[in-house]
Nanobody
Framework: QVQLVESGGGLVQAGGSLRLSCATSARTFSNYEMGWYRQPPGKDREERELVASIMGRGGGTGYADSVKGRFTVNLDTAKNALYLKMNNLAPEDTAIYYC???????????WGRGTQVVISS
């Protein structure tokens, strides 16, 4: 299984920026769908919401409407890492952010442990 370790979370004021990182043990990415999910306070695991996704093959990206224009997902294959750049953060972005890999052939899903993001108003 792929190992995923998130970092980069923290406490920032509204309007600020953060860049989250997901270090992965994967060395090839063409057979993965990768994404960032978030779990807001008071929500449980089943209510995690997709924030941004990127295809390992082709690099196509997708974003939740709530983050379009503010968040950018990218994959650095040289560093074996997935990133999420978050700009113009708002209190409603407060959540635990998780990195998720899904193998396109087997549909096996791996999650990281998450990184906490808190936005103060």
């Amino acid at each position: 299984q792929v190992q995923l370790v998130e970092s980069g979370g923290g406490l920032v004021q509204a309007g600020g920026s953060l860049r989250l990182s997901c270090a992965t043990s994967a060395r090839t990415f063409s057979n993965y769908e990768m994404g960032w999910y978030r779990q807001p306070p008071g929500k449980d695991r089943e209510e995690r919401e997709l924030v941004a996704s990127i295809m390992g093959r082709g690099g196509g990206t997708g974003y939740a409407d709530s983050v379009k224009g503010r968040f950018t997902v990218n994959l650095d294959t040289a560093k074996n890492a997935l990133y999420l750049k978050m700009n113009n953060l708002a209190p409603e972005d407060t959540a635990i952010y998780y990195c998720r890999f899904e193998a396109t052939t087997t549909r096996v899903v791996c999650w990281g442990r998450g990184t906490q993001v808190v936005i103060s108003s």
